[in-house]
């Protein structure tokens, strides 16, 4: 049968629908729904044939593809090129639903999802992935006929919005093209695709050409081309959300917020949706991780705050690149994490200043606060420097040493035994446990948050524990986690790191973690040994890294963060550098909800076993985290790959952050400017991950992804890449 | 089952036709097949191996694949006797994995479904039940009948298949001489 991707259809189907003279001299029908381009996707070759033959039966223009990944790339390569996907639920290679979910946001298609398992659960869950169908197998043809309805709902959809948002001659004159595209008949779906969004299809053909004009007369608002969420963009978009409050946030006000131009409601109303599932699922599993429930609500009250109640939004300021793309990472974790996992390290007391009060630390004064804060545990005069991003670099270095040191103090200061590194003094010469208790003492006025941290047993019955240090700076937006990934003991923002953005929030070490800075940083803390212990409490979310930090040298940490999936780098605290990544994901409630799960599967998972696994993974995708959860096993895998994908989404930026992670594993280089879209997760593992490891992600990451756009919540780019 | 038996008076008032009118023995022989292969064909749907997704699959072969039906089944079975081994193996190592025991079984069935074995099918979900279950012994019973219906249905296509090739270009001669 044909081997995995190939367009079997596309040989007879197209050829014959190759123009409309020809299609009509063949006798088959040449206006839509003929020549729908279809991409299948099943893993069993007797299915894959008998629904491919239903399909050019009814005319459409098939290609099939037996692997996931392979449709994945498919995908990408050829954006704009497919109408509809179905796709089995069962494959090996990858879930069907975690496809689903990338091919919704990535190419933003109509999917339909097939399965000879038709109970209401299963079924259920395509729903809530996004599946604009489901059909139970045997599929029959006459369904089939029928799927070409989806297409143009959704074409439909898009330009009710485009109607709203834009004017009505343009709408109009999406119907002329809409009407001439039928005639022409040749791309089905360009008939259907009168929206902007198809505009790169369009220009493929060339009888669309004068539409291209059209639309490029029209105000660019509405004649936009298909819009690709980079990172980039749905980092604004997280920022953008958090700010206005997930709760709060209207696609027009999104719009205002986010201030991109070209950029419409109807294209942010979408993503918008998409966002809203994605999270409404993270947050349930999330909360099963949670340890005492503390987690959860930290989370919430987290992500409440991380848009709008701290006001800091970090996110708003890594964009804005006056956050060092390490601090922010570490805030963003920090901050979100801090509610939840309470764990933060107490480290860093300026975090708490920062964030104090700091609505919306857009204001270069709070990032240099935050920046100054970071420094300051570093002890760093070079702080108000770092607070650019551009140089986060000379900042990250010194808080690399920083969290070090200051992980050690702090696993002193928590009684924890000391991270395995061996770093013996801290070159800021705080005192970790100074630092550390007045975090602490800041962090115990969050109250709530702390609750994690007395969870902990481990804190050694510090009230504060690191929870509350997180508190403190998961509170607010704009604590500084990096502040934090300073302070904590290389094992602990390792496990920062790892802990994943959920509860990154707090490594920010600059350098280090910053992606990790969820909750992780508590993790972090307690890496050295707590982790263990601790993470299965704190890390509900993301510890899991953390814990594994603390107690394993290196290698022993970045296994078990990497199995919590976030922590991939954590291995070597030493290599707290690695968490550079800053943690762009785009939202900080994104990363807490997976971090959160992802720990709870790494904890569980060998804390060492996934060494490998994680080395590559930078970024503990939200993705990842999620498929962490799903298996056990696969935990650490998956995470991994999504920070792979992660980190390699990033692009050029993280490809370089990866290098450089390599490279120097001690130093985290943080590539201040590009404040990566840390996707999904705030942590990167960059340096975490072994130079191996490293260099494998980057491999993959620019094998995979780099061509095409970036895309968040690839944790599968990495799978495919393994593959 | 009207088909069948309209076929099978249509080609008895053929041979008695033919026996009329110089009956040929070919003639004779290919209704005998025709009978033949109506007769697997109604016995295959009666018993339950196969269901009307069967019948989809005959309506998709035309003249561009006309041999659709027969390639379809060749590659079900090529797939599905992998799958039977790997369970097979997976019970034997490692029984208690009821989570990939259950994923193998599930392929199983997608497969089966697809080409309309319907009795394969039930005896798959079944087998799946007794995973979520985790009851092993059910899972090796049902097992059982799974490769039991297996291995007949394989037998009885063939023959099927066979039967069609020999009846194939006489049964289109003679409809259209009908």
């Known amino acids: 049968m044909d081997p995995a991707p190939t367009s079997s259809g596309k040989a007879t189907a197209s050829s014959s629908t190759g123009t409309p003279v020809a299609a009509a001299a063949a006798g088959i029908p040449t206006e839509f729904p003929a020549g729908l381009r279809v991409l299948l996707v099943d893993d069993d070759a007797t299915c894959l044939k008998i629904i491919d033959m239903m399909l050019r039966k009814c005319h459409y223009d098939v290609t099939t593809c037996s692997c996931a990944a392979t449709a994945l790339s498919m995908l990408r390569k050829r954006k704009g090129w497919f109408d509809l996907v179905l796709s089995d639920v069962y494959m090996p290679d990858m879930d069907g639903f975690k496809l689903l979910e990338r091919i919704g946001l990535e190419m933003d298609l109509p999917v339909i999802m097939m399965s000879s398992d038709d109970h209401k659960d299963v079924v259920m869950k395509g729903v809530t992935h996004g ?18 309805q989806h297409v143009v709902r959704k074409k439909r959809f898009e330009l009710r919005e485009l109607e709203h948002s834009g004017s009505l001659e343009e709408s109009e004159r999406e119907d002329e093209r809409h009407k001439r595209a039928m005639e022409e008949g040749d791309n089905a779906t360009s008939g259907c695709a009168e929206h902007s969004k198809n505009i790169k299809r369009k220009k493929e053909a060339k009888e669309e050409d004068e539409q291209d004009v059209d639309e490029q007369a029209d105000p660019s608002q509405t004649k936009k081309p298909r819009v690709v969420w980079s990172s980039e963009l749905h980092q604004q978009f997280v920022t953008a959300v958090n700010q206005l409050g997930i709760d709060k946030a209207v696609p027009k006000k999104i719009l205002e917020l986010m201030k991109v131009a070209g950029l419409t409601r109807e294209n942010v109303a979408s993503h918008l949706q998409k966002y809203r599932l994605y999270l409404r699922r993270l947050s349930v599993p999330q909360h099963q991780d949670r340890l005492d429930g503390h987690f959860t609500s930290a989370q919430e009250a987290t992500f409440r705050s991380v848009g709008t109640v701290d006001g800091f939004d970090l996110q708003a300021l890594a964009v804005s690149g006056q956050l060092l793309p390490q601090n922010l990472s570490a805030l963003s974790s920090g901050s979100r994490r801090v509610t939840n996992t309470g764990l933060r390290m107490p480290v860093f007391d300026e975090m708490g200043f920062l964030n104090s009060g700091n609505a919306s630390c857009t204001s270069p004064a709070s990032v240099q606060q935050m920046n100054r804060g970071l420094s300051y545990f570093s002890g760093y005069s070079n702080s108000s420097d770092s607070r650019q991003l551009g140089q986060s670099h000379q900042l990250v270095e010194p808080y690399g040493n920083m969290c070090l040191q200051v992980g050690e103090e702090i696993s002193g200061l928590l009684n924890l035994p000391s991270p395995q590194t061996t770093r013996s003094s801290l070159p800021g010469g705080i005192s970790n446990e100074q630092v550390n208790r007045s975090l602490i003492m800041q962090m115990s006025q969050q109250g709530p948050q702390f609750s994690l941290s007395q969870q902990h047993e481990n804190f050694h019955g510090q009230p504060f524990p690191r929870g509350q240090i997180f508190n403190v700076i998961g509170g607010h937006d704009s604590r500084l986690s990096s502040k934090f990934g300073h302070q904590m003991s290389p094992n602990d923002i390792s496990s920062h790191i790892s802990g994943r953005t959920a509860n990154i929030a ?39 890294l953390a814990s594994s930090i603390g107690d394993t040298p290196a290698t022993g940490n970045l296994e078990a963060l990497s199995n919590t999936s976030s922590l991939k780098g954590v291995t070597d605290l030493s290599n707290c550098n690695m968490y550079s990544e800053l943690r762009q994901n785009k939202t900080q409630d994104w990363k807490l909800e997976t971090v959160t799960i992802s720990y709870q599967s790494g904890q569980n998972l060998a804390p060492k076993q996934n060494k490998a696994d994680f080395g590559s993974s930078l970024l503990a995708n939200q993705d990842s985290i999620a498929a962490v959860q799903d298996e056990s096993s696969g935990n650490t895998c998956t995470v991994r790959k999504e920070n792979l994908s992660v980190t390699t989404e990033i692009e050029d930026d993280k490809i370089e952050r990866v290098a450089q992670c390599n490279s120097t594993i001690n130093s985290i280089r943080l590539k201040s400017e590009s404040m990566p879209d840390i996707k999904h997760q705030e942590v990167l593992y960059d340096n975490i991950i072994s130079n191996d490891l490293m260099d494998v992600g980057k491999q993959q990451q620019e094998g995979i992804i780099g061509q095409d756009d970036p895309e968040f919540f690839d944790a599968y780019s990495l799978e495919n890449i393994s593959m | 089952m009207a088909l069948a038996s309209h076929r099978h008076i249509s080609s008895c008032l053929c041979s008695i036709h033919s026996s009329l009118c110089y009956s040929t023995r070919p003639e004779m022989e290919r209704s005998s097949l025709q009978r033949q292969l109506a007769n697997l064909k109604k016995s295959l749907f009666d018993q339950g191996n196969l269901d009307e997704q069967f019948d989809q699959l ?26 039977v081994a790997n369970i097979e193996q ?35 979900t079944v087998f799946r039940e007794y995973c979520d279950k985790r009851n092993l012994e059910g899972c090796l019973r049902s097992f059982q009948k799974v490769k039991k219906e297996h291995s007949t249905l394989r037998l009885k296509l063939e023959n099927y298949f066979q039967l069609l090739r020999q009846v194939g270009p006489a049964e289109k001669a003679t409809r259209s001489g009908n």
């Open chain 1, 131 to 148: 599946a604009v169908d489901y059909l139970i197998k045997p599929v029959r043809i006459e369904p089939l006929k029928n799927i070409w």
């Open chain 1, 506 to 544: 707090q490594t920010p070490l600059p350098g280090n973690q910053i992606s990790a800075s969820y909750s992780s940083v508590p993790q972090a803390l307690y890496a050295n040994n707590i982790h263990d212990s601790c993470l299965t409490e704190s890390a509900a979310s993301h510890y899991p």
């Open chain 2, 58 to 83: 005959e309506e998709l072969q035309d003249d561009a694949s006309p041999n659709f039906v027969e390639e379809v089944v060749t590659l079900f079975f090529r797939d599905s006797s992998r799958l």
């Open chain 2, 90 to 124: 997976a019970i034997e190592k490692s029984p208690r994995d009821y989570g990939s025991l259950d994923a193998l079984v599930h392929q199983l069935k997608d497969s089966a479904s697809s080409i309309g074995a319907a009795k394969m099918m039930k005896e798959c």
